[in-house]
C-alpha cells in the first residue's frame, strides 16, 4: 500500500534553513506527481510546491516563492523540500502527497522561531 514518510522537520531561527525528505513506497514513484502541502494551527491546509514526475513543472505558493525549492529522486523514491530564508509564519506541519492518492503521511513539524 501506498506510504510517505516525512522527516527533516525541526526547531530554526528565522533566517535559517531545513530540508525537508518524503520518502515513498507502495507506488510507481516516478510515474506520480508529487506535493507538498503545510497546514498551521488554526489554518486551513495549504498547498506550497508542486513537482512533475520528471521534475517540471514545478510550482510554488506565492508565500515561498524564491525561498523553497522542490525537487525529486526518482531513483530514491524521495521527494524533497529545500527551505530556505525562513519566517515564523512557515512555523506549520509539513505533509507530501503523491497526486492521485488519497494517503496523508504523519507529516514533519516545523517550528520557525528565535
Known amino acids: 500500500q501506498v506510504q510517505l514518510v516525512e522527516s527533516g522537520g525541526g526547531l530554526v531561527q528565522p533566517g535559517g534553513s531545513l530540508r525537508l525528505s518524503c520518502a515513498a513506497s507502495?507506488?510507481?514513484?516516478?510515474?506520480?506527481?508529487m506535493r507538498w502541502y503545510r497546514q498551521a494551527p488554526g489554518k486551513e491546509r495549504e498547498l506550497v510546491a508542486h513537482?512533475?514526475?520528471?521534475?517540471?513543472?514545478?510550482n510554488y505558493a506565492d508565500s515561498v516563492k524564491g525561498r523553497f525549492t522542490i525537487s525529486r529522486d526518482n531513483a530514491k523514491n524521495t521527494v524533497y523540500l529545500q527551505m530556505n530564508s525562513l519566517k515564523p509564519e512557515d512555523t506549520a506541519v509539513y505533509y507530501c502527497?503523491?497526486?492521485?492518492?488519497?494517503?496523508w503521511g504523519q507529516g514533519t513539524q516545523v517550528t520557525v522561531s528565535s
Open positions: 507502495g507506488f510507481t514513484f516516478s510515474t506520480r506527481a
Open positions: 502527497v503523491a497526486l492521485g492518492y488519497d494517503y
Open positions: 513537482i512533475g514526475s520528471f521534475g517540471i513543472p514545478r
